[in-house]
């Protein structure tokens, strides 16, 4: 039985409400709070139809400490979701260490001003934590999270030596909009629109972006064109796993997608350089935002699947080479029937969900900040396909 209260109310906040007010065993008490509080209002109105479950709503401010202390002193939480940007991560962050609280992110920090995203920020946390006694727990949703996981269940399992690991990631669906992205369209359009990197014999590599590409067949729905990004988890994978001689990310894109990107990158819509604009400055990015949909209204229509998963070659435990594939597929329609968002959304809250689960059941335990591949796995994959991302295996 615990307290937890999570902080954000977007389209992965919403399926962590949900997921969570599915398992009252665990989490007893549930407070959702966001900078809108109207949304929180929503989405707890919507889970009290489902489950009869009455979830407690605040507005909140995340981005100074301070308001987060005093909602935390007021609650009392276990543990803190965070579901909010990144660039909230810090600041929740030193909220959790001020009042003891253990922590659970999906997306790591990024500053506001420069398009980069890194562990070392939240690295540098892991000695406070340990003294506090507390747990961060950073990157459980799907990519990172879930992919980290299955490199650690494939390292345990399969492989003396992981050689080459690929991460694949590929949505299938589609929303009928002209132009969406499927979660916060700042952060994803920062990410996609920055150099790609991927980690080789002990260096990093720099690439244009969207300059490598070639089609992976996805199993379910077979061949798609995959750009190679740079993605959080491949630091981290570096770091727990330094046998790993080459990891990459690889992302589907559709043309359309592409081209409208493009446009929009040449007018300088997706810049993140302050202009003025009638007396005011403004961030291009942050008024493009404005005008996308939102990632949590893509629901309704969404039809298709998301296929994700990581591939990996390299040597068995009884010496042969190895290749294995362990991926998850997860149906748009399905995932807002039981929850009102999307696919992409749905398989980020999913995992979040159940690391928090993990830490508050003590079957993750430690004091400090964990990636999730430093925990076992065994019972976070024993686990996830009751809670609706059951995962498959195969070679490639
Ligand atoms: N690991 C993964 O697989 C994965 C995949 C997708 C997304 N993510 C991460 O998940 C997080 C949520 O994504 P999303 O798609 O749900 O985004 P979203 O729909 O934009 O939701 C973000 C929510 O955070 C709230 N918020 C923003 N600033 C805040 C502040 N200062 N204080 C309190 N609340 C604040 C927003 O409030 P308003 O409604 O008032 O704007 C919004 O409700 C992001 O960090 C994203 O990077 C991870």
Known sequence: MARVMIIGAGGVGQVVTHKCAQVPEVFSDILLASRTKAKCDRIAERVYQQYGRKIQTAALDADKPKNTIKL????????????????????IMDACLATRTHYLDTANYEPKDVAKFEYKWQWAYHEKFKEAGIMAVLGCGFDPGMTNIYTAYMKKHYFKKMKYVDIVDCNAGDHGK??????????????????????????????????????????????KESYLLFHEELESLVKNFPEIERIRFWMTFSENYLTHLRVLQNVGLTSIKPVVFQGKKIVPLEFLKALLPEPASLGENYRGKTVIGVQIEGEGYSGQMERRFIYNICDHAESYKETGTQAVAYTTGVPAMLGAMMVLTGVWKGAGVFNVEEFDPDPFMEKIGQYGLPWQETTF
């Open 178 to 223: 002209a132009f969406a992205t499927n979660f916060n369209p700042e952060i994803n359009i920062r990410e996609i629109t920055q150099k790609g990197r991927y980690y080789e014999n002990g260096e990093w590599k720099e690439i244009d972006p969207m300059s490598v590409h070639k089609p992976i067949d996805y199993p379910g729905v077979g061949p």
């Open 72 to 91: 935390i002193k007021k609650f009392k939480p276990d543990m803190v979701i965070n579901v909010a940007l990144p660039y909230q991560d810090l600041p």
